[in-house]
């Protein structure tokens, strides 16, 4: 298995890591008391590593793999892969990056005594689940472009 394998495999799953403690976040918050608030604490710091470790895999596959695949899907059937699907998620990967590097600061104040920051975690981590969702489903539109693109080529 190459390094690109390992980054490709890696990338996706730290980021749907991140979604699914986001959403045990959101949970934990709906019901938020003094018994649970260090699990938020600490769910809402698993949240920013795991989002931060797929951007950082994410954009270091990028920089040095991505090239040949970006060739591969211009010259395939479905170029829009790149030029919409690509070029959007290049730019909109920073809003759920900023958001879960928000959310243990948002978490740091007392949740189960204060609705306002009860509601801020709450919209944080819902708002991080759609957009690292939208995020993960681009992935898997690119992976298709690159996919197709071989198929078209015999390659």
Not at 9 to 33: C, D, M, Q, R, Y
């Amino acid at each position: 298995m190459s390094e690109s394998d390992l980054i490709l495999f890696a990338h996706p799953t730290l980021g749907v890591i991140g979604i699914i403690a986001a959403v045990w976040v959101f949970v934990e918050a709906l019901n938020a008391s003094d018994r649970n608030a260090w699990r938020i604490r600490l769910l809402s710091l698993a949240v920013a590593l795991s989002i931060c470790g797929a951007g950082l895999l994410g954009g270091y596959w990028f920089v040095h793999f991505y090239g040949p695949d970006q060739a591969a899907i211009l010259k395939g059937p479905l170029p829009w892969t790149h030029n919409l699907i690509m070029e959007t998620k290049e730019h909109l990967f920073f809003i759920p990056l900023v958001l879960a590097l928000y959310l243990p600061i948002a978490a740091s104040g007392r949740p189960s005594r204060s609705r306002a920051t009860r509601y801020m975690v709450l919209a944080v981590a819902a708002l991080i689940v759609a957009s690292a969702l939208a995020v993960e489903g681009s992935g898997t539109l690119i992976n298709y472009g690159v996919k197709m693109a071989l198929l078209h080529t015999g390659a």
